[in-house]
């Protein structure tokens, strides 16, 4: 079994940074690309930023790019998520994701989430 683990959530002020964590330490065979999503209570929940496991360009949320940073390390199966400059509308749960196929992509399996409160 795919166990998404999270780490790094809390709260920060605004302009602040924070750097979440995300290790699969279940089966990482077939796992093709992973991903961070956010949810706010009432709202959809949306795609922050993706990563494919064999490289390429991630892929970002419009209202994170140039703040926020994906990143892998495939050593450890783990995948990191840089965020710089936070707003307070960064605020919400944060979800690790991964997946087994790329086309269409798809998320099977989910980590437990991680809150991320940013104070104004």
């Known amino acids: 079994q795919v166990q998404l683990v999270e780490s790094g959530g809390g709260l920060v002020q605004a302009g602040g940074s924070l750097r979440l964590s995300c290790v699969n330490s279940?089966?990482?065979?077939?796992?093709?690309?992973m991903g961070w999503f956010r949810q706010v209570p009432g709202k959809e929940r949306e795609l922050v930023a993706a990563?494919?496991?064999?490289?390429?360009?991630?892929d970002y949320l419009d209202s994170v790019k140039g703040r926020f940073t994906i990143s892998r390390d495939n050593a450890k199966s783990a995948v990191y998520l840089q965020m710089n400059s936070l707003k307070p509308e960064d605020t919400a749960v944060y979800y690790c994701?991964?997946?087994?196929?790329?086309?269409?992509?798809?998320?099977?399996?989910w980590g437990q989430g991680t809150q991320v409160t940013v104070s104004s």
């Open positions: 994701a991964a997946g087994g196929r790329l086309v269409p992509r798809q998320y099977n399996y």
């Open positions: 279940g089966r990482t065979f077939g796992i093709l690309h």
């Open positions: 990563i494919i496991w064999s490289g390429g360009v991630p």
